[in-house]
């Protein structure tokens, strides 16, 4: 969703805002504009549509350098420039982006007659908030402070004024870059991280200013201690380098991901162990593709652990909630950690007493602050919307977890190994997948089968083509079909069967005397398909393989439908609202 980068420092302000700005187009947008002091002057520049088709050359001026910047994924307010961050209040002063949305926007705007208003947007009252209060002789911090406990819902904020920096957090992700004699704020490392690895996560609930020296307070404006932390990824891990998307590259990176998820500390994972075998019950929830990868998860535990657990959807599972108490150990599945579904999820499921396990990528985000205790899957920056590689590496610890609850933790990491030279071999073959999508691309619909940990896989191979190529595409249990999917079933229709137990094969069987057009993706031929995609078993860790020709599929497909992989229509990569 929206991105926000600002900076303070001796560098050339709008070359930085810029360079950020493309950091963060992964999250999604759809206008973006960047404000830079330039002496006593505001220069400010607001466009709709994308970066790089329309970036203006950026004054370059003598002394301190400071400014912010703003990518817009629209909620309140059409996708126009008036619309687009960042937004003044009537002076002109106070100049703020934001991410998040103002739940009281509107009852906040009837307290602010006399101001006036030049957007239909939730971020302009939060400028007019200020303007009020320094009216009223507060001093900036206060105002600004005084002004974001106003707020409802889950909002960052960062604001400009004479030659400072605020910002402030109750949601939304907000993290400080710290240099020599400079300082950046985002909403994400990858915007700053070819400045510095020097980072400062904000928690809900905190505000901090940037001056000469940076200072961290609460949002009662008590001075809190700044906890620095130094970030791994390398710069060039965040860009694209030789390949032409972000999407084609992390799944290419999945081998070495797959390594790094296996060999997970072993502190850590004795403490997961002790938390699930302390459990009375276990539910693993996460959103979208997590989703999917916390359903795995009750498969994975059932068939290596002989442990029942629960799956639900984050944004279903506070309908649940009688179910959760102190007994209850909720397993998150996330890559940003930011998810506002889940993190509501997880707030509910604490509220009642449970503890907290994240399975996690993204270092230092607020479900990892949230989280009892977590499992970094460190599969490294992922930017395209569509999950890849933090996918097979979520996979690839809930596997081991599963193994390490059974006590057999180093049979799970040999297979995460056999799994990742599968991955390997299967990436290789990636024109045959370019081949089924060129001869897929014009079809309505395809599904996909599978049965046991096929079944989840099915279903993100589904989302994966959907997300990216916007062909629609379903997963379904292959015990599901005669119980109504066959009724969509007609000659031609493309299936992909995914394994060749006899129970699949007769589902596919079923849609093949319908006419279906038979995808096999599985160990062993079987004169039922009529198309044929080797992918070898690999016991538990099938199903990790078992996605890579899926996540190929669902990229070329993309590109023979003339989308751009890394932007899925409509789709931010972090959906930080509700
Ligand atoms: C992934 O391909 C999707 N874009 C999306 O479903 C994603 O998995 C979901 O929004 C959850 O995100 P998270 O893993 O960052 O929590």
Redesign the pocket.
């Known amino acids: 969703m929206c991105g926000i980068i600002a900076y303070r420092g001796k560098r050339s302000a709008g070359e930085v805002l810029l360079h950020g700005l493309r950091q963060l187009e992964y999250r999604g947008y759809d206008s973006w504009g960047i404000a830079l002091k330039n002496g006593h002057e505001l220069e400010v520049v607001r466009r709709t549509g994308k970066i790089s088709a329309s970036a203006p050359k950026l004054a370059r001026h003598k002394g301190l350098q400071l400014g912010l910047g703003h990518t817009r994924w629209a909620t309140h307010g059409g996708v126009t420039e008036s619309n687009s961050h960042p937004h003044r209040d009537c002076s002109g002063s106070v100049v703020l982006a934001h991410n998040g949305i103002v739940e009281n926007y509107q009852e906040l705007k009837r307290g602010l007659q006399g101001h006036r208003f030049s957007s239909e947007t939730d971020t302009e009252v939060i400028a007019h908030l200020v303007e009020k209060e320094l009216a009223g002789g507060a001093p900036l911090r206060e105002a600004f402070r005084s002004a974001f406990l106003k707020l409802e819902g889950r909002n960052a904020v960062v604001l400009l004024s004479g030659e400072e920096l605020l910002v402030a957090k109750s949601g939304s992700p907000m993290v400080l870059g710290l240099g020599d004699g400079e300082s950046f704020v985002a909403s994400d490392v990858p915007a700053f991280l070819r400045y510095t690895d020097r980072a400062v996560f904000l928690a809900d609930g905190e505000m901090a200013v940037i001056g000469d020296d940076v200072r961290l307070y609460d949002l009662q404006g008590t001075p809190k201690p700044l906890k620095e932390e130094t970030i791994e990824w390398s710069p060039e891990q965040a860009e694209k380098g030789e390949y032409p998307h972000f999407m084609l590259k992390e799944m290419m990176e999945q081998p070495e991901a797959l390594l790094r998820a296996g060999n997970l500390p072993k502190e850590d994972l004795a403490a997961a162990v002790a938390m699930v075998r302390k459990a009375k019950r276990v539910f693993a929830i996460?959103?979208?593709?997590?989703?999917q990868v916390a359903n795995l998860s009750t498969y994975l535990f059932s068939c290596i652990a002989e442990m029942p657990s629960q799956f639900a959807i984050?944004s279903e599972f506070s309908h649940l909630k009688p179910a959760i108490n102190q007994d209850t150990l909720v397993i998150a599945?996330?890559?940003?950690?930011?998810?506002a579904d889940?993190l509501e999820a997880v707030a509910t499921a604490k509220e009642r007493g449970a503890k907290v396990l994240a399975v996690l990528?993204?270092k230092g985000s607020s479900?990892m602050r949230e989280a009892h205790h977590t499992l970094l899957v460190n599969a490294g920056p992922e930017k395209a919307?569509?999950?890849?590689k933090?996918?097979t590496a979520q996979m690839a610890v809930l596997l081991l977890l599963a193994h390490a609850v059974a006590g057999r933790a180093d049979e799970g990491k040999r297979l995460i190994e056999s799994a990742s030279r599968a991955v390997r071999e299967m990436l290789s073959r990636s024109e045959e997948m370019r081949a089924l999508a060129q001869r897929l691309r014009d079809r309505q619909n395809i599904y996909i089968i599978g049965r046991g940990m096929n079944y989840p896989v099915a279903r993100e191979g589904a989302?994966?083509i959907q997300?990216v190529s916007t062909l629609h595409a379903e997963g379904i249990a292959g015990g599901e079909l005669k119980h109504y999917a066959l009724a969509l079933v007609e000659k031609g229709t493309p299936c992909i069967v995914l394994g060749s137990g006899k129970d699949i094969l007769g589902n596919a069987m079923e849609i093949k005397s319908r006419g279906g057009d038979i995808i096999g993706l599985s160990p062993e031929r079987s004169e039922v398909f009529d198309t044929w995609i080797q992918v070898p078993d690999l016991g538990p860790a099938s199903a990790i393989v078992q996605l890579v020709p899926l996540q190929l599929l669902a990229y070329h497909l993309g590109i023979a439908r003339g989308m751009d992989p890394d932007y899925?229509r409509n789709?931010a990569?972090?959906?930080t609202v509700k």
Do not use: D, F, P
Not at 333 to 339: I, L, R
Not at 385 to 388: D, E, I, M, P, Y
């Open positions: 996460g959103c979208g593709t997590a989703a984050g599945v996330s890559q940003s950690g930011e998810t889940l990528n993204v479900l919307v569509a999950s890849t933090a996918t989302i994966k997300e899925c789709l990569k972090s959906v």
